[in-house]
C-alpha cells in the first residue's frame, strides 16, 4: 500500500484536528480503512462515519503504548511530534505505510515534498520519550489527570467536555501549540493570575498545593490523603484550566517550559540593574587564559560512533542484523559504560563527552536502523544541521540531566526518571552566556556571580532539594549543577571554550581546588543560541587522495551511514575524514553488495576518484562461478578400480558425491562415519581412520531375504539347550 491519502485541494493548509483529515480524505480511502480496522459504523447515530472514525482512532492502543509499534514507525512518530506535528520531508519515509494503513499518521503532497501529518488528537496522547522536554506543554499534558484534561477541554471548547476527550483537547492545542497565540493568551490573564503565575515561576516553575495557597493568600485549607488540595474556585484552578499550571500527581504544580518562557522574558529589564557590576567587570580588562582547550563540532563525532557502532553490524545489504556494539545496546536502557569508555579510547576523547554525544545521538534517532533513510530525519538533515538538531535534543533536557550523578537519563528505570529542575538551570546558563560572552574570554567566578544574582537561585535550591528527597538522589546545588553544564556539557556541544589560569579572580566556593577556569562562547555557539545555523566552512566532501574521503558539512547524514559498512574512520576531530581502501570494498562486496551500489553511495557524497573507480571495477570482476556441494568427508581412495567399485556398487553409490575430484571420494553430508564403514565392508573395503581400521558400532539391518529364528516356548527352549 502506497498512497497520499489526503489531498492537497481537501484540506486547510493549517489544520492539524483528525476529524477534519478524516473528511478530506477520499471516500474509498476512508472506506478501506474503516475494513482494516473492523470499525463498527452506526447509521442511526446522529455524528456522521468520519466523527465515528475519529472516536475509533483515539482509542487505539499504539499512541499510549509505541512500544507496540515497530521501531521504524515509533522513531516516526517521534520525529513528527517534535515538529509539532506537521513534517516536510523529500520523500516517503519507509516507516510510514504501517501508519497511514493504521490511521495513525497521515500525508499529502506539498510542491516538490511530501508533508507528514500528525493529529493534536494523537499528539495530546504520547508518551514522553528520551528526546522531549519533559516539562514542555504536550509532555505535561499527556501525562495529566483526566480531571485537569476535561477542565483544559472545557475552557477551550466553551462548553463541557465529552469523551473521548483527546478529540475535545484538539481546541486547547490549537491554542498551546503556537507560541503567540499562547501569548496572548497569557496577555488575557488578570492581575491576580498574572501575579500568582510569576510567583510560581520565580520559585523555578513549581511549587507544591502549600505554597500555591501561599500565592494565592487562599486561607481555607482542605485537607485530603495526599495534603492539601487547592480549591476549585481559587487562581490556581483558573490557570490549571487554561493549561499555564499543570498540576503533577501527587502534590506538585508546574509551569510548562512553553509558558515560562514568555512570562521570564518581561524579567530581563528587571534584572538588567542588578548584574551591571559582573558586567562592567567582565567588559573592562582582557581575561584570556594562557592555556586553553578549544571545542569541536559535535557532529563529526556523533557520526563516527554511529559509524563505528554499525562496523560489525551492517556487513549485509539490509543492515538489520544486530550484533557487534548494537549487541551491547538495548532500547531504553543506558549505553554500557565499557563501550563508552572503548569509543573514548578510540576517538581519543573525554569519556564524559562521549557519552553526552552518544545519549543525544540515541536519542535523536542515529542509532536506529531508519537513520539511513535520506526522506526522514535525521537521516535527511545535513552535518552542519546535525550540530543544531543535537543541541536542540539537550536544550530540551530528556536525554540527559546534569543534577544527577548519572546524568544519561536511560541509565534509570522508566518509572525512576523524574526530571530536576536542570533544565532552568540551562536556560539561565545560556542566557547569561549571551549577555557576557561576545566574543571575550569571561572567568568563571564572574558567570558564578551572575548565576547567583538570579531571582530564581533561592527557589532553585529549594526544588533541588525537594527533587533529590524525591528520587533518592544526592541533592545539588545549581550553582554547581551550572559548574557542571560549562565545563562539561557545553564543551562536548562545541559552544564554549575553556581555558586555565593562575592570574583569573579566584573563587574557592565555585573553582574548588583546582586552578581558575576562564570560558568563551565560540562562533558556533553565538548562531545556536541566537536559533540561527552553526556556521560552516562551505567545503563540500572531497577525496584527499585515493582513499581518504573527507566529509563536507553539507552531507547528508543517511548517506553517510549507507557507507558506513564499508568506510573505515580516519580522523574524527573538526572533520570527518573516511577511508575507503580495497579490503572495505572486497569486504561489502562479499557482503552481497553489487559494485554498482557501492559506486551509487560514495557518489552521493563525493565524486569517485579514477584510481578508486578502477579498484572497485577491478574488485567487481566475475572471472568465474563454482557451485557449492556439502558433503561431510573425503574418502581418499589411491587404487582407481576399487574407487570404481565403491562409486557404482548398489550398496554404496549413494554415499558419494558424483562426480568426486580424482583421488578420492566425496561422503555424501548427513553419512556419518559407522554407516559408511559398514556398507563399505559389505563389499569388502576396509576403511583406516590414524592407522587404525574402523569397525562398525552397530549390526547391518537383516537382509529381506534371510530366514527368521524359531520362535520357542521357554519351558521347552531351555530344555533344548541344556541337552545340547
Known sequence: MSYLPVPTSRIPEAANRLTDILRALPQGELDGLIDRLAIRIDPAKRIDVPSQVARALVSLPELR???????????????VAEARGSLLVASVPPGLEP??????????????????????????????????????MRALLSQAQFETMSAIASHYLGRPATPPLALSLESAWDVLGHPQKLAEEIAKLSPTERRVLEGVEAEGGEVDTEELLELEREPLRMRTATGAAPSRRGVGFSLERRALLIPVHPNRHVVPTEVSAIIGAAHHSERAAQRAEVKSFVASGDHAPRRARFSLDPSSLAMSVAVAARESSTRNPEGRTQSGAFADVRPGVGTPKSLVQKLAARFGREPSHVALVVALSRATGLWEPMAMNLAAPPGSATLQELTRLLFVTWRRGGAWDEARTEPEVLRLAPESRDSSPAGVVREMVLEALKELGEGRWVPWSSLAGWLRSDH?????????????????????????????????????????????????????????????????????????????????????????????????????????LAIASFVEIGRAAETLDLIIAPQTLARA????????????????????????????????????????????????????????????RRATQELFVDPSPPGGLLVTAGVDLDRLARRCRTIGVEILVDGQVVRARTLPPPSSKSVPPPRLTPGRGTQKADKS
Open 65 to 79: 503504548d509505541a512500544s507496540r509499534l515497530n521501531p521504524a514507525c515509533g522513531e516516526l512518530m517521534h520525529r
Open 99 to 136: 501508519l497511514l494503513a493504521r490511521g495513525l499518521m497521515f500525508a499529502r503532497s506539498s510542491g516538490t515534498s511530501v508533508e507528514l501529518i500528525l493529529p493534536a488528537a494523537y499528539l495530546v496522547q504520547l508518551k514522553a520519550w528520551e528526546g522531549e522536554d519533559p516539562r514542555g
Open 589 to 648: 562486496l562479499s557482503a552481497g553488495l553489487e559494485a554498482d551500489v557501492l559506486r551509487a553511495r560514495i557518489e552521493a557524497i563525493a565524486p569517485l576518484p579514477e584510481a578508486l573507480a578502477r579498484t572497485l571495477a577491478q574488485a567487481s570482476v566475475v572471472v568465474g562461478r563454482t557451485a557449492w556441494v556439502p558433503a561431510s568427508g573425503l574418502l581418499w581412495v589411491e587404487d582407481a578400480n576399487i574407487r570404481e567399485m565403491l562409486r557404482t
Open 456 to 560: 530564581m537561585v533561592p527557589g532553585l535550591s529549594r526544588l533541588l532539594r525537594r527533587w533529590a528527597e524525591r528520587v533518592g538522589a544526592e541533592p545539588v546545588d545549581p550553582i554547581e549543577v551550572a559548574r557542571r553544564i560549562v565545563h562539561d556539557s557545553l564543551p562536548a556541544l562545541g559552544i564554549v571554550d575553556l581555558g586555565e589560569d593562575e592570574d583569573l579572580p579566584h573563587d574557592p566556593a565555585v573553582d574548588g581546588e583546582g586552578p581558575p577556569v576562564a570560558l568563551r562562547l565560540t562562533a558556533r555557539g553565538r548562531a545556536l543560541l541566537a536559533d540561527k545555523p552553526p556556521p560552516g566552512d562551505g567545503e563540500p566532501s572531497k577525496f584527499l587522495d585515493t582513499h581518504v574521503l573527507r566529509v563536507g558539512m553539507q552531507a547528508r547524514v543517511g548517506a553517510i
